[in-house]
Every structure is written in structure tokens, then in C-alpha cells.
């Protein structure tokens, strides 16, 4: 039972992994100045933070069908992610949440009407 | 390379730089306030996609690197809007967006095919200040809606 052993302890390290990208991302929630950098910071818990964790445990749990749940599970997270961050950015941007300060270029401001319209 | 060779090639060179993406944001929030590195900017990418999968995917794809983010897309210009983390100069983003696209189209096209991109800045202004201010009108100054649309409702 040796290469079970490992496996399951690989599966560990990839919850652990997961678990620990999510947390940092929730303290990139904390820090960072504005939400187009905080929708940045939580891209990476949706997708590696919770791709590892399914990885993590298919490994635990492994067997065919379980393999074939896994894939979709990864592809939809990452597919409803990606648009969900993009919908709240528009949104965003639409209703005037302006990039912080250190946001140096910004060239969509030019399709702007004007600066305080609400 | 034939086409599903291509395609494997482009999804192992991208789990390469989401990895590396994921860790540098990581890092980055890490760190200690006045000593992050990020400097974000919104940046106009001129790009070569054309068909609507190929939108849809590009700025899927950018929006899920942590790092950059896809705030919209101008069909009609060519133009997608991207929201970039650690953005040094205005060239060095789009050259990385470009590259992912390239990659991107050599895959999913069986034939590479037109690759140009928009070269002169658009010029993106509001519409006419008559229409109504609405959030429908702000978006098709960006996106405009073909005009076959209206001949659905007579």
C-alpha cells in the first residue's frame, strides 16, 4: 500500500495548497486600494484556489467517474469565474467606481460622458 | 504542428503562465504595503480576433491569468480594454495580450489566417449628449449592437 500512501498525501498537499491561496486572496480582499486589483486578487482563489482543491481530492478519491466529475467541475468554475469577474467589472465601471490612485494609464476614461455623472 | 497538437501545445503553455501569474499576485499581496510592486493601468489592446468564440475566449482567458482582467471590448474598433496589475508601460501589456492572443488563434484556427490588428488609436467618444443617459446607451458607444436588430420588431 505504498503508492496509495503517497497519493493520498499528494492530495493533502494540493487541499493545503488550495486552502492556502484562498486564504491570500481574502487578504488581497483587505489590502488592496480598489476593485478592479480586488477581482485580480480573488481571479486567483477561483481558479488555482479551487482547481487545487478538487485536484486534492479526485486524488484522495480516485476512480473513473470521480476523474470525469473533476473535469467539469475545474472547467466550469474557471469558465463562470472568468465572466463573473468581467460582469463586475463593467458593472463597476459603468456606475462610476473609479481605479485607484496608483492606476497610472486609464484609457477607458476617455469613453467616459463625464466625471461625475452618476 | 497539425491542429490538436497545437491546441495542447497552447493549453500547456498556458497552465505555465497562470501558474505564474497566480504566484507573482500572491506574492505580491503578500508583501508588505510600501513595498508592493503593483502599478495597475486600464490599457486600450489592439486585437486580432474576429468571430464571436474568439472574443468570448480571449478575454475569458484574460480575465482568468490573475493579474489582468478584461473590463470590455470594442468589436467595431478592435479594441479590448484590459485591466493590468503590474503594468511597467503601456507597450509591455499589450505585447504580453498580443502574445496570448497569437497563441490563442494559431490554436484555435486551422488556418492561422488574418492576424492584423487595428494599428491608429480609435476614436472613442461619447454619442451624441441627446440620448438619454441610461446604462444601455453608455454601453453601445463601446459595443455597438449590429443594426439588423431593429428589423426584428417592425
Redesign the interface.
Known sequence: MELTDIIEALGLVFIFLGIGTIIVSAIGLFKLPDLYLRASAVGTSAGLGVASIVLGALLMDFSGMNLIKAVIAIIAQLLTSAVGSMAIARAGYLNNALPAEITHIDELRLTRRSPDRS | MSWPFRIIGFLLWYAKE??LA?LS??AD??RP?RRMK???????VPAASRTDSEWTLI???I??????????LSREHGIL?V?G?F?DS?EQLVAEIQEMEDRLLHAMRREPGDLSRPTERPV???LD?AAP?S?TS??T??APHPPTEAGENP
Do not use: D, K, Q, W
Open positions: 497562470f501558474l497566480n499576485v500572491t499581496v503578500l504595503r503593483m502599478r495597475p493601468a486600464i490599457v486600450a478575454s475569458s482567458l480575465t482568468l491569468t490573475p493579474g489582468t482582467l478584461t473590463i470590455t480594454y485591466h496589475m503594468v503601456r472613442v467618444r461619447p449628449e443617459p446604462a453608455e454601453r458607444e463601446t
